[in-house]
T-cell receptor, first 114, second 113 residues
Framework: EAQVTQNPRYLITVTGKKLTVTCSQN?????MSWYRQDPGLGLRQIYY???????DKGDVPEGYKVSRKEKRNFPLILESPSPNQTSLYFC?????????????FGPGTRLTVL | KQEVTQIPAALSVPEGENLVLNCSFT??????LQWFRQDPGKGLTSLLL?????REQTSGRLNASLDKSSGRSTLYIAASQPGDSATYLC????????????FGPGTRLSVLP
């Protein structure tokens, strides 16, 4: 089944404890991205990657890191999480960035930073 | 900077009604516009993708239109059902601001039995 998977789905952690949220897609997509969703602010893009070893900042990249060593994986790293990073996170992918390709979303990761 | 708005913010209708959700964007230079559905606490399900060269797309009871010059898209839902209750999001892929998608805030739809 073609899908985007994220792990973990739920995570409660404490301030400053490094964490990684994994994202994997099995559709051979070149483009992958991370979003956060917050009440009243909607979905905002954190980072995106147009292909292996190519990453770029989105609208809200502060406090996050990403890597794209393999085409299928795009982990989101929080080196020192803070309470303002409590949010619902989504990973998404599409074949390329041209106009013909829709984005597919993962199920989301709900992160709470105490 | 591209901005996307959606009207109304919330909508409650009786089952069986036809309804229209609106999406507006400030810059017509887009690659495409995509409509999503999101159930509470869940992920996003893609409903329809309209390319910049297209005027509309249809899938079952859903029909989405795009008027790029006026910066508007509408999602028409025919014969609404309680199972249609969800938040509907539109997103545009701008040509002029890197490769970011820009999402609207969503319309929360409740279809009452």
């Amino acid at each position: 089944e073609a899908q985007v998977t994220q792990n973990p789905r739920y995570l409660i952690t404490v301030t400053g404890k490094k964490l990684t949220v994994t994202c994997s897609q099995n559709m051979n997509h070149e483009y992958m991205s991370w979003y956060r969703q917050d009440p009243g602010l909607g979905l905002r893009q954190i980072y995106y990657s147009m292909n292996v070893e190519v990453t770029d900042k989105g609208d809200v990249p502060e406090g996050y890191k990403v890597s794209r060593k393999e085409k299928r994986n795009f982990p989101l790293i929080l080196e020192s999480p803070s309470p303002n990073q409590t949010s619902l996170y989504f990973c998404a992918s599409s074949f390329t960035v041209n106009s013909y390709n829709e984005q597919f979303f993962g199920p989301g990761t709900r992160l709470t930073v105490l | 900077k591209q901005e996307v708005t959606q009207i109304p913010a919330a909508l409650s209708v009786p089952e069986g009604e036809n309804l229209v959700l609106n999406c507006s964007f400030t810059d017509s230079a887009i690659y495409n516009l995509q409509w999503f559905r999101q159930d509470p606490g869940k992920g996003l399900t893609s409903l329809l993708l309209i390319q910049s060269s297209q005027r509309e797309q249809t899938s079952g009871r859903l029909n989405a239109s795009l008027d790029k010059s006026s910066g508007r898209s509408t999602l028409y839902i025919a014969a609404s059902q309680p199972g249609d209750s969800a938040t509907y999001l539109c997103a545009v892929r701008p040509r002029n601001y890197g490769q970011n998608f820009v999402f609207g805030p969503g319309t929360r739809l409740s279809v009452l039995p």
